[in-house]
Structure formats: structure tokens, C-alpha cells
């Protein structure tokens, strides 16, 4: 019996990345759709649409890719305003309302620094990774770093994130010693897999410098 068990253990191990994988697209589809299939909708309403068999019968699959279709290119035509001259200028105009007002503010300021670190490519946003002793003696955790620093006894310090599992996009900033971090040879991609999948895809050894 412990055969099948072990036979079926590996059947949904092995479906769990495929399901995920799906969710999370089908997901993302529904949520893109939104904004272009209302518009879908109210177009809809006029009658010369309705009198057409094909897509009263096929409407909501329609519905759904021409919302799609039509919030992307929505996307893509603001980033390409924002990315002049003009759209800027327009751009920092409502950044500068929205900074006028109170909670408001704080919460844009912060969802923005974060979308800034996590757009930017590796090389800027993670230089490397290491491992440091957090946190405590004896434990060991990869950190990302993000930059260096000189404290007001004039020693070089690294400034570190530390993600958390499995959401890379949370963790701790630490400021440590460079000399009290070991250099690996692990690249961001490879760290952020390790973290992200709780040390189950990594290499079989580390090599530390």
C-alpha cells in the first residue's frame, strides 16, 4: 500500500507546479480583463451588436480576450506617454497631488520605492548574494545585497536584505560588517529560486569565497 501512497504523493507533487502555474495566469487574465471588458459590456448594450448569433453565443469568452487585448494595449500606449517628455511632466504633476495628500502619500511613496528596487535589473537592484549568521550564532541565511555603507567608525558595511520564504518581496534590512558575511558564488537568479521554493531547488554544495 506504501507503493501507491508514494505513487500518488508524486502525482500531486508533480501537478502542484502546473496548478499553481495555471492559477496564477488565469488569474492575472481575469484581473487585466476587467477594465476592457466593461467597456466590452457597454458597447454590448447597443442593439446592432445582440443581432449577431456568433456573439451572443461565444460573448463572454469575446468579452474577456478583447478586455484583455484592449487593457494591454491601454498599457502599453501609457507607457509610451509616460516615457516623453510630455507624459512625465504630466506624470510628476499627479505624483505631486498625490503626495499632498495624507495617508495617501505614504502608501504611494512606498509601493513605488518597492516597484522601483524589484523593475530594476539584478545588477542594480541585488549585486550579490551572501550568507550571513542571522539570526543568531550557528544559523545561516542568504542575504541579497543591495548596497554599501560607512558607519561613524569609518568601516565598510554592507546593506542587506534579507528575503523571507516563499515571498521574496518581504523581508528585514540589515546593516552588518562586511567582514561578518560570507561571499558565495550563488547568483541572484539562483538565490531568489532557493528562497522562493524553501531551499527545495538549490545546488547540492555552496561554495563560500
Known amino acids: 500500500m506504501s507503493k501507491y501512497n508514494k505513487y500518488i504523493f508524486t502525482g500531486i507533487m508533480s501537478i502542484i507546479p502546473i496548478a499553481i502555474t495555471y492559477w496564477i495566469i488565469e488569474n492575472l487574465f481575469l484581473y487585466f480583463s476587467k477594465p476592457g471588458k466593461f467597456l466590452i459590456d457597454q458597447l454590448y448594450k447597443?442593439?446592432?451588436f445582440k443581432s449577431y448569433s456568433f456573439i451572443n453565443n461565444f460573448y463572454d469568452y469575446l468579452a474577456y480576450l478583447i478586455g484583455f487585448i484592449l487593457t494591454i494595449l491601454?498599457?502599453?500606449i501609457l507607457g509610451q506617454i509616460v516615457s516623453n517628455v510630455l507624459g512625465k511632466r504630466i506624470y510628476i504633476f499627479f505624483?505631486?497631488?498625490?503626495?499632498?495628500?495624507?495617508i495617501v502619500n505614504k502608501i504611494y511613496s512606498t509601493i513605488k520605492q518597492i516597484t522601483n528596487t524589484f523593475t530594476k535589473p539584478n545588477n542594480q537592484a541585488?549585486?550579490?548574494v551572501v550568507m550571513l549568521e542571522y539570526p543568531k550564532e550557528n544559523l545561516w541565511t542568504l542575504a541579497m545585497v543591495t548596497g554599501e555603507c560607512i558607519n561613524e567608525s569609518k568601516v565598510r558595511c554592507y546593506k542587506l536584505f534579507v528575503p523571507t520564504t516563499p515571498n521574496p518581496t518581504s523581508g528585514y534590512l540589515i546593516i552588518v560588517d562586511k567582514k561578518k558575511v560570507v561571499e558565495s558564488?550563488?547568483?541572484v537568479e539562483e538565490g531568489l529560486s532557493i528562497i522562493i521554493s524553501g531551499g527545495m531547488v538549490s545546488p547540492e554544495k555552496f561554495n563560500f569565497k
Open 46 to 48: 447597443i442593439e446592432i
Open 74 to 76: 491601454f498599457l502599453y
Open 95 to 102: 505624483e505631486g497631488i498625490l503626495s499632498k495628500i495624507p
Open 126 to 128: 541585488f549585486q550579490k
Open 185 to 187: 558564488d550563488i547568483s
